[in-house]
């Protein structure tokens, strides 16, 4: 079962940072979490993971809380391409495999 | 990054046939591939479990029988819907654990059974 909830839906302007929260208080100690995105009718594709530290790379930010319940996703800029459905994951640490929630569907307005 | 390509990428059959789709690793070996299937406006939802050299592992509530899923290589797994029926259409995704234990997904099947 998936371990994260998300706000089904935001908008962002263009040019302005997208924030993407994800709730997952039942986090287990050595479980990551996993950031991917879905454009419609296409695979999901890797955005960002971490475990307990915040990460960044050329896509985005990921900031964890100190507690690990909750994470941000931040797109910096957000253009027109960054409309999406963004998905939240907990990798639990007893397998690869991974449960999706419902995700957040985001939309960049111009 | 690494790519994992599906063949094909749309199907039309009648119901009562076959469907297999192929899901290849196209630049790296994974022993693991996973299934899922996607309906409208919905998530992802995993399948099974695919090993290379040995069985799925199914997910609870999916039909192994109705699901067949064959790992035969470290670069090829398939997924064969038996006796396809109208409620089997849907998007089927797979994906592929790369060296770094990242997660890469394919482009995605959509499966239309008349």
């Known amino acids: 079962d998936a371990k994260t909830t998300q706000p089904p839906s935001m908008d962002c302007a263009e040019g302005r940072a997208a924030n993407l929260p994800c709730n997952h208080s039942t986090i287990s100690g050595n479980e990551y979490v996993y950031w991917y995105r879905q454009i419609h009718s296409q695979g999901p594709q890797y955005i960002i993971h971490?475990?307990?530290n915040n990460e960044t790379n050329e896509m985005a930010s990921l900031i964890i809380t100190e507690d690990r319940k909750s994470s941000t996703l931040i797109l910096p800029h957000a253009t027109l391409r960054d409309t999406a459905v963004y998905y939240c994951?907990?990798?639990?640490?007893?397998?690869?495999?991974?449960?999706f929630g419902t995700g957040t569907s985001l939309t960049v307005i111009p | 990054g690494a790519v994992v390509s599906q063949h094909p990428s749309r199907v039309i059959c009648k119901s009562g046939t076959s469907v297999k789709i192929e899901c290849r690793s196209l630049d790296f070996q994974a022993t693991t591939m996973f299934w899922y299937r996607q309906f409208p406006k919905k998530s992802l939802m995993l399948m099974a479990t695919?090993?290379?050299?040995?069985?799925?592992?199914?997910e609870q509530g999916v039909e192994k029988d109705k699901f067949l899923i064959n790992h035969a290589s470290l670069t090829l797994s398939t997924l064969t819907v038996t006796s396809a029926h109208p409620e089997d259409s849907s998007f089927y995704i797979c994906?592929?654990?790369?060296?770094?234990?990242?997660?890469?997904f394919g482009p995605g099947t959509r499966l239309t059974v008349l």
């Open positions: 994906s592929a654990i790369g060296a770094g234990n990242e997660q890469f």
């Open positions: 971490g475990l307990k």
């Open positions: 695919s090993n290379e050299g040995s069985k799925a592992t199914y």
């Open positions: 994951i907990v990798k639990q640490n007893t397998g690869n495999q991974f449960y």
